[in-house]
């Protein structure tokens, strides 16, 4: 669909004629009606950009084209934004760049505007950067200090110190604070009190102790502790801004419209505001937007998305369809019996939201660590103060003193950065192979997972027919065919071409070529009516697998036989899963015949034909139950509930939308073979944050004892925290 | 030492430089697209003049 999404477009009362090539003069009319010449926004995603060349080739390409302003590829997020004169559309552009050699895809840019400009994400950064920037500079004074500045020269400096580091916390500190104060009113003890308490604990004291001329002031402590903590909070929050907007992409892909009927003229309207009763028309290669019958016209339905089936279904007038499937050949008149959150859909996208529920109440390591860790803290904090209250006979300064010790070195600076270190480091690993984690602690289910469930249909298979038995048929068959096949866009016949094309089958000359919506193609070959298509349409019985029949009008009508095609890497995701001692389960929707096959071709011994969707959520219910743990990879509608019910899931970017949704992980390319990777990654991560956190925990072990006994000065804070940290970060990058 | 009252001003003072030119480099989306500014520096586009 060639709809120029633009951020200042008037876009619902632009009516849009239904040929793409017209969509641009009326839209463009109807933005200069409006009085508002402003520029158009375009936004484009191409996954395929990596390198410099790229770059120039796709900008150079695009700014060439008339009433383009600028073009700007940002490589990082694989996006082109184009600033360009309200006539020009992002059909024409996805051509320029299409002959260049890049696909792309036009992105909504009101959906992407959240995050393109990631403002929590910038202010996080630039409170980073202050609080390094005084880290440095606070150090720079406090090595002078340890190194044995004494009197007048060491409270210079620390009241230098103090100028650097109080401001420095007071802004730097502000996202601790915050979350502190909200978990306070809450009445929880989150990881933030400790820390917002140790703050201002070692600077208030510093401060005294300073105007006091005291020896020990914990200014590079305070500063030292913002930066390794923000550091920590930046990379938790930089994967989630990642996951965030890619899995906000994957939305934008699809634009939710669908042409309308109204008084004879095509209007197009946005999903939600389609009511039942209207008259939907739906193009061939185009998804069914709304549940309806077909009133008229005739076509096939792929359904494989809802239902898992691999052959395609025929319908006319009088059929039942709903919401997601595919139409293939011939245009079809719906009328609509529900729509938008009554839609089929819809109903699964509310059974997703329930069992997303149940998903989050799963903890993370990182939660339970801070479950264990906040209220430890506190208590040796204030058992510090109370001791040494007594023992010194009530010595407040010293006692204070102590018990911020202890709270400064028991910080959480390496918990803070133990676990987002981890996962910064695997979830970018993963984006590398192709995998885009969308769920935090989805790692860390993927770790758990001893069962691995797959659909087949779209999933294991790219959901696209494999000519198999082309050698079977004589010489001319095969030409005569190819050339019926040339005049079809039928998944079957474009199969069909390929694999003739691939074998050097030089199309026969067929005249007169027709496709016969829902039948197939027929033509005039040597005087003599020729067709390709369904069995019963070429007087012929209909075979068990997915077949097109040719008839020449001699001898019986020739089965041109298909299988689905494999997916690249399906046969190394199941023999590495299996390499890993998982339990590997095959559970589909089509029929017990093509499922045995093919689950002979992998060597999977477990399948299941046949289910229902309802089936496919009780089997990973089932399993749940007897105590597995349940990784589903699944693509279709069908597969929404066992994607959601299941531990941890994956979805190929091909997938439905709701599909999408409900899983952790999607799968951005072709190839399933990240998927083994996956799991090992996973399970490497979780053992690497346990470690981070022993580690961590080993630090505090040590420095603690100093601390109670009031042997921790400030240069053993600084040296267990920058040592811990670093220590955690480095193991993190050990990733492979 | 009484040097120190002339080199921390001054110590202070470049670190504030360095300071500023990061709140600047924020504020303009330096960091937006750090792979493609990266690879852009290998482009030959406008060796030979700059970009009118």
Not at chain 1, 152 to 181: C, E, M, N, Y
Not at chain 1, 559 to 582: C, I, S, Y
Not at chain 1, 686 to 706: D, F, H, Q, T
Request: aromatic share 6%; charged share 20%.
């Amino acid at each position: 669909m060639a709809i120029a999404e633009r951020i200042d477009a008037p876009v619902e009362s632009v009516q849009v004629s239904a040929c793409p090539a017209c969509v641009a003069a009326p839209a463009a009319e109807a933005l200069a009606r409006a009085g508002a010449e402003k520029d158009a926004r375009l936004m484009f995603s191409l996954p395929a950009a990596h390198c410099a060349a790229c770059i120039s080739t796709v900008e150079q390409a695009v700014q060439k084209v008339p009433g383009v302003r600028s073009a700007r590829l940002n490589l990082t997020q694989k996006r082109l934004s184009v600033d360009a004169d309200p006539g020009v559309t992002a059909a024409e552009l996805i051509g320029v760049m299409g002959g260049v050699g890049y696909e792309a895809h036009e992105l909504d840019p009101g959906l992407l505007s959240v995050t393109e400009t990631d403002r929590q994400g910038r202010d996080l950064l630039m409170r980073l950067g202050v609080a390094f920037f005084s880290m440095m500079n606070v150090m720079l004074l406090s090595v002078a200090v340890w190194s044995g500045a004494e009197s007048a020269t060491r409270d210079l400096f620390h009241w230098i110190s103090a100028a650097i580091a109080l401001p420095t916390v007071v802004f730097s500190g502000q996202p601790f604070f915050k979350s502190a104060w909200a978990s306070l009113k809450a009445g929880r003890l989150g990881m933030d009190v400790p820390i917002s308490l140790a703050l201002i604990l070692a600077s208030s004291i510093s401060l005294f102790e300073t105007a006091h001329s005291g020896h020990h002031a914990y200014f590079d402590a305070a500063v030292m502790l913002c930066f390794f903590l923000l550091l920590g909070r930046y990379l938790d929050h930089r994967t989630r801004a990642v996951a965030r907007s890619a899995a906000e992409e994957l939305a934008a892909l699809e634009v939710p419209r669908a042409t309308v009927l109204k008084d004879g003229a095509e209007v197009v309207m946005s999903i939600s505001e389609i009511a039942p009763g209207d008259v939907v028309r739906v193009r061939p290669g185009g998804r069914m937007p709304v549940d309806g019958v077909v009133i008229e016209g005739a076509s096939e339905v792929d359904r494989s998305l809802l239902t898992g089936e691999s052959l395609p279904v025929w319908a006319g007038e009088g059929t039942v369809v709903s919401a997601g499937e595919v139409n293939l050949t011939g245009p079809l008149l719906l009328r609509v019996t529900a729509a938008g959150r009554d839609s089929s859909l819809h109903r699964m996208a509310d059974l997703v939201a329930v069992a997303e529920h149940a998903r989050t109440r799963y903890t993370s390591i990182a939660d339970k660590a801070a479950r264990l860790y906040s209220p430890l803290v506190h208590i040796l904090s204030f058992s510090a103060f109370g001791f040494w209250m007594w023992k010194t006979g009530g010595d407040l300064r010293y006692a204070v003193n102590i018990s911020a010790a202890v709270l400064i070195i028991t910080c959480p600076c390496a918990l803070g950065l133990a676990v987002p270190a981890v996962v910064t480091s695997a979830s970018g690993r993963l984006f590398r192979k192709g995998l885009l984690i969308k769920h935090g602690t989805a790692l860390e289910r993927l770790a758990d997972v001893d069962t691995v469930v797959f659909d087949k249909t779209g999933t294991l298979t790219m959901g696209a027919p494999e000519l198999t038995n082309l050698g079977e048929h004589p010489r001319q068959a095969q030409e005569v065919a190819a050339a019926l096949a040339a005049a079809s866009s039928h998944p079957l016949a474009l199969s069909l071409v390929e694999a003739a094309r691939a074998a050097g089958v030089q199309p026969a000359v067929v005249e007169d070529l027709r496709e016969v919506p829902g039948y197939g193609v027929e033509g005039r070959w040597r005087g003599t009516r020729v067709r390709l298509g369904r069995a019963d349409w070429c007087g012929g019985e209909s075979l068990a697998v997915t077949a097109t029949y040719l008839c020449t009008g001699e001898g019986a009508p020739r089965a041109f036989t298909f299988a689905d095609r494999l997916r690249p890497g399906a046969a190394e995701v199941v023999a590495g899963l299996k390499a890993q001692g998982l339990r590997i389960l095959l559970v589909s929707g089509d029929s017990a015949g093509a499922v045995a096959s093919f689950a002979g071709r992998l060597g999977l011994d477990e399948w299941i034909a046949g289910a229902l969707p309802a089936e496919k959520a009780a089997k990973v219910a089932e399993l749940t139950a007897e105590g597995a743990r349940v990784l589903m990879v699944g693509d279709g509608l069908n597969d929404t509930a066992a994607l959601a019910g299941a531990h941890v899931s994956i979805s190929p970017a091909t997938a439905l939308d709701a599909a999408r949704v409900a899983s952790d992980m999607v799968l951005l390319g072709q190839d399933m073979g990240p998927v083994a990777d996956a799991v090992r990654i996973g399970r490497q991560a979780v053992r690497r944050m346990r470690e981070n956190l022993v580690i961590s925990g080993v630090y505090n072990v040590v420095a603690v004892p100093l601390a109670l006994v009031g042997m921790a000065t400030p240069l053993a804070a600084a040296l267990a925290m920058s040592l811990s940290s670093i220590t955690v970060s480095l193991n993190a990058l050990r990733l492979k | 030492m009484n040097i120190l009252t002339f080199l921390i001003p001054v110590s202070l003072f470049l670190a504030g430089i360095g300071l500023v030119a990061f709140f600047w480099a924020i504020r303009h989306k330096q960091f937006d697209d750090p792979q493609g500014s990266a690879e852009r520096i290998l482009m030959k586009d406008w060796d030979d003049h700059p970009k009118p």
